[in-house]
């Protein structure tokens, strides 16, 4: 049997078998809100009901008044009934959803472009606003044909989360296809990270609280996860586009259990799918190679970004046999890693976290390499997955620097100058029409001087008077 062939095996094995596992252990949300947006109707994916924003009484969507719903008459075919249908907004326009379950919520907006009979969605530009931060900013739906999901991490100590379109006065209109907003579990976002910088590393404390935005989401050395297979329905995809050392490091598929234990990774952190799948680092001598393995992430400079590793030994023949270290931006975070001395086992699944600084080099680097503990002939590397998540600014923002206050406040400006110009406009209006109407009122109630005729006499002018 060649090489592909058993790799493809191997591939449908696990991916079976972590189904199973997740369908076995399925994460059931205090909120759990899927909108359909612009549907009357309900629509179900892959076991999930997505309901319509105007189908009942309790619709979050605040006010229907600013918005126009339509329904693409020619789809794509193969793809998810939720782009079928867009909620159009022309003026600043917000959903309302009550909050059970007070703590990190995840959020994910749906966007997909099909052109109406009104409004070309390509044209759209707008910003959008969760409880306060501004999450997306000018946005501009790219002329592509595939489906653009976001996603956001964002603490809700409050009652309600409210989701604001605001339409930006040169397209004058925003859209959306569908929204979920489901309360994460309580150990997806803890409060301190390792802060990896050049010349320390120091606790970072606080990261609950931030708002963060995925920006990779990364299955390392496995195919495409999609939301079937994993408990918080999220999409991974695989590293091939961002590996950049080939030499010296191998595939890894797993077909065995995934041993989930307490205080450690769950499978909310991170499926089945992950952990069964990694590249790694093998010694095939009595030298340690000098290699590492390289994933390079393109980022926007000026903000700090959280890196999760995901790790889980799928390799090793017996417990403490692996070794190795870890980079962040080329600076060592974790030096001769063990993982069975965190985890006690093997196959078992630990997660790291690193918040970094976003330079201005546009990208941010991970590595795995070998260390001076590393032993010959054995595993000397290993990698599950990566996720990349942007935190806010001082701005409160994850798009800019713009707080939620100024978009507010340039769309209440910009709607003051329609109101202005519309005032303006009347009462010239008004104007005009007084003026005239004094003029043909003036002419009609002055009496013309008549010339009296040459033969009348004083009798005549004297009965006149």
């Known amino acids: 049997m060649g090489f592909v062939q058993k790799n493809l095996i191997y591939c449908l094995l696990f991916l ?8 076995s ?36 969507l605040s006010s229907s008044a600013r918005s126009i719903s339509f329904r693409n008459e020619v789809p794509v075919l193969g793809l998810s009934p939720i782009y079928r249908t ?15 379950d007070k703590g990190t919520q995840m959020v994910r907006l749906h966007f997909h472009r099909f052109n109406s009979p009104e409004f070309q969605l390509s044209d759209a530009q707008f910003h959008v606003l969760v409880n306060g931060y501004v999450v997306l900013s000018n946005f501009t739906r790219l002329s592509t044909d595939n489906p653009r999901i976001v996603e956001y991490l964002i603490r809700v100590d409050t009652e309600k989360l409210v989701i604001m379109f605001i339409p930006n006065k040169n397209s004058k209109f925003a859209f959306v296809n569908a929204i979920e907003v489901i309360s994460a579990p309580k150990d997806l976002v803890p409060d301190t990270a390792q802060y990896v910088r050049s010349q320390n590393i120091e606790n970072f404390d606080g990261l609950s609280k931030q708002a963060l935005e995925i920006v990779y989401r990364v299955n390392v050395g496995g195919p495409k996860v999609t ?20 030499a010296g490091s191998e595939r890894l598929y797993f077909s065995g259990r995934i041993k989930y234990q307490a205080g450690g990774a769950s499978r909310e952190v991170g499926p089945d799918n992950v952990y069964n799948s990694a590249r790694l680092i093998r010694s095939k001598n009595d030298s340690i190679p000098n290699v590492n393995m390289t994933w390079v992430f393109p980022i926007i400079g000026g903000y700090k970004y959280l890196v999760r590793m995901h790790f889980c030994d799928i390799a ?11 980079y962040v931006n080329g600076n060592l975070a974790y030096k001769n890693l063990d993982l069975t001395s965190i985890t006690n086992s093997l196959a078992s699944p630990f997660y790291a976290d690193f918040v970094v600084d976003g330079d201005n080099s546009g990208i941010l680097s991970v590595d795995i390499g070998p260390s001076e503990s590393s032993i010959p002939h054995l595993i000397d590397g290993i990698l599950n997955g990566v996720e990349v998540m942007k935190l806010n600014n001082s701005y409160n923002s994850l798009d800019g620097e713009v707080s ?42 002055s009496v ?18």
Not at 16 to 23: E, G, I, N, R
Not at 316 to 326: A, E, W
Not at 454 to 462: G, P
């Open 16 to 23: 079976s078998l972590s189904t199973l596992s997740v369908l």
């Open 25 to 60: 252990h399925l994460f059931s949300p205090i909120d759990d809100y899927l909108i359909d947006c612009g549907s009357t109707a309900e629509t179900t994916i892959d076991g999930r009901r997505f309901v319509g924003d105007l189908s009942s009484y309790n619709t979050p």
């Open 86 to 100: 867009v909620r159009i907004f022309t003026g600043p326009t917000k959903y309302v959803f009550n909050i059970r």
């Open 227 to 246: 939301p079937f297979n994993d408990s918080l329905w999220r999409t991974w995809i695989p590293d091939d586009e961002f590996f950049k050392s080939n």
């Open 316 to 326: 090793s023949i017996s417990l403490g046999l692996l070794y190795f270290n870890v």
């Open 404 to 445: 939620a206050d100024m978009v507010l406040k340039c769309s209440s400006r910009g709607n003051m100058g329609v109101l202005f110009t519309f005032v303006a406009a009347v009462c010239i209006l008004l104007s005009i029409s007084i003026i005239i109407r004094r003029r043909m009122m003036g002419s009609r109630d």
């Open 448 to 465: 013309p001087w008549l010339r009296l005729p040459v033969s009348a006499s004083d009798d005549n002018i004297k009965m006149g008077k």
